[in-house]
């Protein structure tokens, strides 16, 4: 068959042993090599070719038929070389031991085959973690951003990285830091939140796990693939650049300055018209030239060729090669096609310059060499792959914590919860029983082991009736109906169960799958937030019943909960927790752990008026103007607990001033078992202005940084954990601002009757947006600076005036609040 690289059997360059120096940096060695490749060479280094581990461990095969050339011949791709392997772990149920000995086989033969003896670099997904059999499943990504806890998912991802490495993977595609725009997407699972600071804190601190476990953290999707129009996977995305600068750039900032991740996987999305993947100003001038990012940019799948057949802006397989290298991509992905021989022959037509073949290849070496895959001892064969294993006791130990502080409870009318010991409960709901239930979309289960049905899921994953009855014997269940169908049959089944019971724990929610075989996950839209299937009817039927009812979401993404579910006593939302997700739930259930999960998402109240996040100006929240109410029944950042928590003395400073109280401050002792605000109508469902103080506003310098303090005490009779958060409202600016967004959040862990002084070091910078003029600036005036327990629940109100002239600041702005929290000694008379 015909090779897709054509062969040069020119003889080779004279040797020379510069580019293996160790001596010498890794420019200087990938600027010796280049001059040494042919063309073929080079460019054999730009792409990826899927493939399978072999369950022999003998070596790999093709997989993926129905998306490469069925008569794909490894020995002709590998003749030159190979950049990337793509998902050898990832394709098929392979034995760990026997997926690492087909791996080392693989990379062996290409180090013998190719002239400069270059292994390839290998990707896998790990969202979720290792997307590999038998591994870890953690929780998805909007379950790290329910728990407001970076340094927890710091951890996670260096494990999920330590298992790659050990298995002889380079690059994880992950994380997704693309900011959720409307709950409609069916990605909405793999995003981490609404909010651009929760999005990055967490974002940087996975990326900071995987790097120093030594593996390329993948920073995907680069740029504005979460904003599509209608909430449709792939559609365009109508964005002005401000929103752009504003929302969903600085995740991404945020990532590369404070996490170092060394990979960048751009978007599929088309803005206002100019696919990402053809758009030199995101890829080039501002992640490159304003940024100064150094690593490689990699293609998502198929995304090169899109240029041609999906977006029509270029006119061949060659033509979306010469767009994509002058944007920037490195690497094309998952396999050889637009960059095999088309580019080949467009560089030899000089349709193609080939200075930009090699700034792609000095990008992709650099990284290479930074591996150690360049180095004369490289070996194929990782140390430990006998002993190999992806899931022990200490990885499910952090896939549990996390899980545990993920849970979210959302209302607890009358202490419901935790269950009492010896009350009838009735589990109801079509994910009660249902292990799948738990996972994201990317998890290997779901993304690869529903289509083996021969293998088992290679992990335990005990379902919510499985943990539950663990816990509270006194069970029983009824499905009522599925997640997906019309089928109701079941349902009276389920009420008279609910009718028989004590208590009734109604769980209900999504199952994850791709491309319509699911009802979350990639290419699974809704077109609206009604629970899916005839979930929606069991719930009213179960509540009609008048037994006490906890209903759990287990779910990847929220679901309207409009007025007819506030006969739900109890409200508890999980998003795809993980293989110990159930046990987390039923611990939250029975109270054996006390809740302090926060919503990184609001939920919805009604299924449409959409889209819309909490980052709304004025006009973007309830008005007079409009019928329609978009105020959420649970606002973002919102979260109860077991305990109650009382705030006190707030205030704010410059930090080398003496402190003084200065705020309009609310009721700070509100109890975490009550609905809170924006369930019942209670104040401040709008994120409205408390009322000010009297005191004149502390003057905060344009380039300086201000002290907010405050103090919690747990005012309960158990261990809590409190969320405090940090919101900026800015009344008049000279382009319409978001009522309030996040600047700054901590946990604050405490035991009953303890306290601890809680403070945050707030830049100025913080403040910055994009101006009328397109510039980054920090504007001089009136700010406030909110205290709060949620986006729209404000303990304090402090208010403050930058001082200065107006003040550019660029990439290298200062990103982060920084947040202390000390113990307050307990006094005893």
Same mark, same amino acid.
């Given at each position: 068959m015909?090779?897709?690289?054509?062969?040069?059997?020119?003889?080779?360059?004279?040797?020379?042993?510069?580019?293996?120096?160790?001596?010498?940096?890794?420019?200087?060695?990938?600027?010796?090599?280049?001059?040494?490749?042919?063309?073929?060479?080079k460019?054999?280094?730009?792409?990826?070719?899927?493939?399978?581990?072999?369950?022999?461990?003998?070596?790999?095969?093709?997989?993926?038929?129905?998306?490469?050339?069925?008569g794909?011949?490894w020995?002709?791709?590998?003749?030159?070389?190979l950049?990337?392997?793509?998902?050898?772990f990832?394709?098929?149920?392979?034995?760990?031991?026997?997926?690492?000995?087909?791996?080392?086989t693989?990379?062996?033969?290409?180090?013998?085959?190719s002239?400069?003896?270059?292994?390839?670099?290998?990707?896998?997904?790990?969202?979720?973690g290792?997307?590999?059999?038998r591994?870890?499943?953690?929780?998805?990504?909007?379950?790290?951003?329910?728990?407001?806890?970076?340094?927890?998912?710091?951890?996670?991802?260096?494990r999920?990285?330590?298992?790659?490495?050990?298995?002889?993977?380079?690059?994880?595609?992950?994380?997704?830091?693309?900011?959720?725009?409307?709950?409609?997407?069916g990605?909405?699972?793999?995003?981490?939140?609404?909010d651009?600071?929760?999005?990055?804190?967490?974002g940087?601190?996975? $990326? +900071?796990? @995987? %790097?120093s476990?030594?593996? =390329? &953290?993948?920073c995907?999707?680069? /740029?504005?693939?979460? !904003?599509?129009?209608?909430?449709?996977?792939?559609?365009?995305?109508?964005?002005?650049?401000?929103?752009?600068?504003?929302?969903?750039?600085?995740?991404f900032?945020?990532?590369?300055?404070?996490?170092?991740?060394?990979s960048?996987?751009?978007?599929?999305?088309?803005?206002?018209?100019?696919?990402?993947?053809?758009d030199?100003?995101?890829l080039?001038?501002?992640?490159?030239?304003e940024?100064?990012?150094?690593?490689?940019?990699?293609a998502?799948?198929?995304? $090169? +060729?899109? @240029? %041609?057949?999906?977006?029509? =802006? &270029?006119?061949?397989?060659?033509? /979306?090669a010469r767009? !994509?290298?002058r944007?920037?991509?490195?690497?094309?992905?998952?396999?050889?096609?637009?960059?095999?021989?088309?580019?080949?022959a467009?560089?030899?037509s000089?349709?193609?310059?080939?200075a930009?073949?090699?700034?792609?290849?000095?990008?992709?070496?650099?990284?290479k060499?930074?591996?150690?895959?360049?180095?004369?001892?490289?070996?194929?064969y990782p140390?430990?792959?006998?002993?190999?294993?992806?899931?022990?006791?200490?990885?499910?130990?952090?896939?549990?914590?996390?899980?545990? %502080?993920?849970?979210v409870l959302?209302?607890?009318?009358?202490?419901?919860?935790?269950?009492?010991?010896?009350?009838r409960?009735?589990l109801?709901?079509?994910?009660?029983?249902?292990?799948?239930?738990?996972?994201?979309?990317?998890?290997?289960?779901?993304h690869?082991g529903?289509?083996?049905?021969?293998?088992?899921?290679?992990?335990?994953?005990?379902?919510?009736?499985?943990?539950?009855?663990?816990?509270h014997p006194?069970?029983?269940?009824?499905?009522?109906?599925?997640?997906?169908?019309?089928?109701?049959?079941g349902?009276?089944?389920a009420?008279?169960?609910?009718a028989?019971?004590?208590?009734?724990?109604?769980?209900?929610?999504?199952?994850a799958?791709?491309?319509?075989?699911?009802?979350?996950?990639e290419?699974?839209?809704?077109?609206?937030l009604?629970?899916?299937?005839?979930?929606?009817?069991?719930?009213?039927?179960?509540?009609?019943?008048?037994?006490?009812?906890?209903?759990?979401l287990?779910?990847?993404?929220?679901?309207?909960?409009?007025?007819?579910?506030?006969?739900?006593?109890?409200?508890?939302?999980?998003?795809?927790?993980?293989?110990?997700?159930?046990?987390?739930?039923?611990?939250?259930?029975?109270?054996?752990?006390?809740?302090?999960?926060?919503?990184p998402v609001?939920?919805?109240?009604?299924?449409?008026?959409l889209?819309?996040?909490?980052?709304?100006?004025?006009?973007?929240?309830?008005?007079?103007?409009?019928?329609?109410d978009?105020?959420?029944?649970?606002?973002?950042?919102?979260?109860?607990?077991?305990?109650?928590?009382?705030?006190?003395?707030?205030?704010?400073r410059?930090?080398?001033?003496?402190?003084?109280?200065?705020?309009?401050?609310?009721d700070?002792?509100?109890?975490e078992?009550?609905?809170?605000?924006?369930?019942?109508?209670?104040?401040?469902t709008?994120?409205?202005?408390?009322?000010?103080g009297?005191?004149?506003?502390?003057?905060?310098?344009?380039?300086?940084?201000?002290?907010?303090?405050?103090?919690v005490?747990n005012?309960?009779?158990r261990?809590?954990t409190?969320?405090?958060?940090?919101?900026?409202h800015?009344?008049?600016?000279?382009?319409?601002?978001?009522?309030?967004?996040?600047?700054g959040?901590v946990?604050v862990?405490?035991?009953?009757?303890?306290?601890?002084?809680?403070?945050f070091e707030?830049?100025a910078?913080?403040?910055?947006?994009?101006?009328?003029?397109?510039r980054?600036?920090?504007?001089?005036?009136?700010v406030?600076?909110?205290?709060?327990?949620?986006?729209?629940?404000?303990?304090?109100?402090?208010?403050?005036?930058?001082?200065?002239?107006?003040?550019?600041?660029?990439?290298?702005?200062?990103l982060?609040?920084?947040?202390?929290?000390?113990?307050?000694?307990t006094h005893?008379?």
């Open positions: 015909e090779s897709l690289l054509p062969v040069d059997d020119s003889p080779a360059s004279p040797a020379t042993d510069r580019w293996r120096d160790r001596t010498r940096s890794p420019a200087e060695r990938a600027d010796a090599l280049i001059p040494l490749m042919t063309l073929e060479e460019i054999a280094q730009l792409v990826g070719v899927w493939v399978g581990a072999d369950a022999s461990g003998e070596g790999v095969a093709p997989h993926q038929a129905d998306m490469v050339d069925s794909l011949s020995d002709a791709v590998i003749r030159h070389g950049g990337q392997l793509t998902r050898p990832g394709t098929a149920p392979v034995d760990p031991v026997q997926g690492a000995r087909s791996l080392a693989a990379q062996a033969r290409i180090v013998a085959t002239r400069f003896g270059i292994p390839a670099q290998v990707h896998e997904e790990c969202l979720t290792f997307a590999a059999w591994a870890t499943v953690y929780p998805a990504p909007l379950s790290w951003g329910a728990s407001f806890d970076p340094e927890l998912v710091e951890e996670m991802a260096h999920i990285g330590r298992s790659m490495r050990a298995a002889g993977v380079h690059q994880g595609l992950a994380p997704v830091l693309d900011v959720t725009r409307d709950y409609r997407w990605r909405t699972e793999e995003t981490i939140g609404e651009p600071y929760l999005v990055g804190t967490a940087a601190a996975y $990326v +900071r796990g @995987l %790097e476990a030594g593996v =390329v &953290a993948t995907k999707h680069f /740029a504005g693939y979460s !904003a599509s129009r209608g909430g449709r996977n792939l559609a365009p995305v109508s964005m002005g650049r401000r929103e752009l600068a504003d929302v969903i750039l600085p995740p900032e945020m990532a590369l300055r404070l996490g170092g991740a060394r960048v996987m751009h978007s599929y999305a088309e803005i206002d018209g100019v696919p990402v993947a053809a030199e100003h995101l080039t001038r501002v992640l490159r030239d940024w100064g990012f150094s690593g490689t940019v990699v998502d799948y198929f995304a $090169v +060729r899109f @240029l %041609e057949t999906l977006h029509g =802006v &270029a006119a061949g397989p060659a033509d /979306a767009l !994509a290298l944007a920037g991509i490195d690497v094309e992905l998952p396999t050889v096609d637009a960059f095999g021989a088309p580019l080949v467009a560089v030899r000089g349709a193609v310059e080939e930009l073949v090699d700034r792609a290849l000095r990008r992709v070496l650099v990284q060499i930074e591996l150690g895959l360049l180095d004369e001892e490289w070996q194929p140390d430990g792959l006998d002993g190999l294993v992806f899931d022990d006791e200490d990885d499910r130990d952090v896939a549990l914590r996390l899980a545990r %502080e993920s849970v959302l209302r607890n009318d009358g202490g419901l919860l935790p269950l009492a010991p010896g009350r409960v009735a109801v709901g079509p994910v009660a029983d249902d292990p799948m239930a738990l996972l994201g979309c990317y998890s290997f289960p779901l690869v529903v289509r083996h049905p021969g293998h088992d899921t290679g992990v335990d994953i005990p379902s919510l009736r499985d943990a539950l009855a663990e816990l006194q069970l029983g269940h009824v499905p009522g109906c599925a997640v997906t169908g019309e089928d109701t049959s349902i009276p089944a009420v008279a169960a609910a028989d019971a004590d208590v009734c724990v109604l769980a209900v929610g999504d199952r799958g791709m491309f319509g075989r699911g009802t979350s996950g290419g699974c839209d809704a077109v609206d009604r629970l899916p299937g005839v979930q929606s009817e069991l719930v009213r039927a179960v509540l009609a019943t008048g037994t006490p009812v906890v209903l759990v287990l779910s990847g993404r929220p679901y309207a909960l409009g007025s007819e579910f506030d006969r739900a006593a109890a409200v508890v939302q999980a998003f795809f927790p993980g293989q110990r997700g159930a046990q987390a739930v039923a611990e939250v259930l029975t109270g054996a752990v006390n809740p302090s999960g926060r919503l609001g939920v919805p109240r009604d299924a449409g008026g889209p819309g996040t909490y980052l709304s100006p004025v006009l973007g929240r309830r008005s007079e103007v409009s019928s329609v978009p105020t959420p029944a649970f606002p973002f950042g919102h979260g109860l607990g077991y305990t109650s928590f009382d705030w006190r003395d707030p205030t704010v410059n930090p080398t001033d003496p402190p003084v109280a200065d705020a309009a401050e609310t700070g002792g509100r109890p078992t009550d609905g809170g605000p924006g369930i019942d109508g209670g104040p401040e709008d994120g409205g202005t408390p009322t000010p009297s005191g004149r506003p502390v003057d905060w310098a344009v380039d300086g940084e201000v002290r907010v303090e405050v103090t005490r005012t309960g009779t261990p809590g409190e969320v405090v958060q940090l919101y900026l800015d009344p008049v600016a000279q382009t319409t601002r978001p009522v309030v967004r996040l600047v959040y946990r862990p405490l035991a009953a009757g303890a306290a601890a002084r809680v403070a707030v830049p910078d913080v403040t910055s947006f994009t101006g009328v003029h397109g980054r600036v920090v504007e001089p005036g009136d406030e600076l909110r205290l709060s327990r949620s986006s729209a629940e404000v303990v304090a109100a402090l208010p403050l005036r930058l001082v200065g002239p107006e003040r550019e600041v660029g990439h290298h702005r200062r982060l609040s920084t947040a202390r929290v000390e113990p307050v000694p005893h008379g």
